[in-house]
C-alpha cells in the first residue's frame, strides 16, 4: 500500500511498539493453535505406542485431510473425547447416520449450503444482513477457548488480537457465558471491555456489536457469531432478535450433527489405522 507523501510517518516508537505488540500476538497465537495438536500427538503416541510425535502428527494430517476436517478440529476432538478401549474395533461406537438438521435461514434461491466451512460463511452473512452491516465474525468452542474461524470486514489487527478469546472481557465471551445474545450499543462507554480489546474494536470502524450464540438441543453453547457496526446501536428490533436466535440453534444443531458424524468418522478411521500399527 503506498503512503499517502503528506501522511506523517508513526513516531519510532509508536511503530516500535505495534511492531512489538504484533510479535507478542503471533507468538500467543502460534502458541494456542499448537498446544490443541501437541496434545493429541502426545495421547495417540502414548495409546498407541507409536513411534515417534511425527508418527501421530503424520496420522492426524492425514485422517484430516482424508475427512476435510481442519487438522486442530480433529485434534480437539482426539484430546476431548474418552480413548476407546484397545480391542475396540472402533472409536467411538457407531450410530446410524441421520440426515442434516434443517437450515432454513440460510437457504439461498432454494439450495442450502453443504459442508462445514460453506454453513459457517452462510451464517455468518445471514447474520450480517438480518443486523444490517458488513463486519462480523464467527467463532467455535474449542480447548475451552473461543476461536475465530471466519470473519469479514475486520483488519489484521482485529483478527489476530480475538483469534483466540479466553477471557470474559468481550461481548462474545459474555453471550458465551450467559447463554444469551449481547449487543453491546456503544464500544467508547460499555463497561464489559478491558481497555485493550475495546481500543482493538474501535481501531477496526466498529462502535457497536452484537453477539449470538450458535447453541445445541441441550443450551450448550457450540460457537458464536458476531456483528460489527460503524455506529452505535440502538436495541435491535424484536424480529431481528427472533431471526438471530432461530439462526443460532439452528446453525448450533447442525455443527453437533457434524461433530456426530463426520468428527466421530475421522476419529474412527484414525483409531482403525493407529491400531493396525501397534
Same mark, same amino acid.
Given at each position: 500500500?503506498?503512503?499517502?507523501p ?22 500467543r ?15 495417540l ?7 515417534s510425535?511425527?508418527?501421530s502428527?503424520?496420522?492426524?494430517? %492425514? ?5 476435510n ?5 480433529? !485434534? ?13 474395533p472402533?472409536?467411538?461406537? *457407531? ?7 434443517p ?9 442450502r449450503?453443504? *459442508?462445514?466451512?460453506?454453513?459457517? %460463511? ?6 450480517? %444482513?438480518?443486523?444490517?452491516? *458488513? ?6 468452542v ?18 489476530d488480537?480475538?483469534?483466540?478469546v479466553d ?5 462474545? !465471551? ?17 463497561d464489559?471491555? %478491558?481497555e ?20 445445541g ?6 460457537g ?12 435491535? !428490533? ?5 431471526a ?9 444443531r ?5 461433530h ?5 468418522d ?8 493407529a491400531?493396525?500399527?501397534?
Open positions: 500500500m503506498v503512503e499517502h503528506n501522511t506523517p510517518a508513526p513516531p519510532p516508537a509508536e511503530e516500535a511498539a505495534e511492531t512489538e505488540e504484533q510479535r507478542a500476538l503471533d507468538e497465537n502460534r502458541r494456542l493453535a499448537r498446544a490443541g495438536v501437541t496434545r493429541a500427538e502426545e495421547l503416541l502414548t495409546y498407541y505406542r507409536l513411534s510425535r511425527e508418527e502428527f503424520e496420522l492426524l494430517r %492425514d485422517t484430516s485431510q482424508r475427512f476436517l481442519k487438522l486442530h478440529t480433529l !485434534a480437539a476432538a482426539v484430546v476431548r473425547l474418552p480413548v476407546p478401549e484397545a480391542t475396540a472402533r472409536w467411538l461406537a *457407531g450410530r446410524p447416520h441421520a440426515g442434516p438438521p437450515l432454513p435461514l440460510l437457504h439461498r434461491n432454494g439450495t449450503p453443504e *459442508g462445514h466451512g460453506a454453513v459457517l %460463511d452462510a451464517a455468518l452473512q445471514r447474520t450480517l %444482513d438480518i443486523t444490517g452491516t *458488513g463486519m462480523g465474525n464467527v467463532q467455535l474449542e480447548n475451552r477457548l473461543l476461536r475465530m474461524v471466519r470473519h469479514t470486514g475486520l483488519n489484521r489487527r482485529f483478527t488480537y480475538f483469534t483466540f477471557n470474559g472481557s468481550t461481548s462474545c !465471551a459474555q453471550a458465551a457465558e450467559e447463554v444469551r445474545q449481547v449487543t453491546v450499543k456503544d464500544v467508547g462507554s460499555c464489559t471491555f %478491558d485493550r480489546s475495546r481500543q482493538t474494536i474501535l481501531q477496526a470502524g466498529s462502535r457497536a456489536c452484537h453477539s449470538v450464540p450458535l447453541v438441543p441441550k443450551g450448550n453453547v457450540v458464536m457469531i458476531s456483528s460489527h457496526h460503524e455506529r452505535p446501536l440502538h436495541e435491535l !428490533a424484536p424480529a431481528q432478535l427472533s438471530l436466535e432461530q439462526l443460532g440453534g439452528q446453525v448450533g447442525w455443527l453437533l450433527w457434524h456426530s458424524t463426520v468428527v466421530v475421522a476419529l474412527n478411521h484414525l483409531h482403525v489405522r491400531t493396525r500399527r501397534r
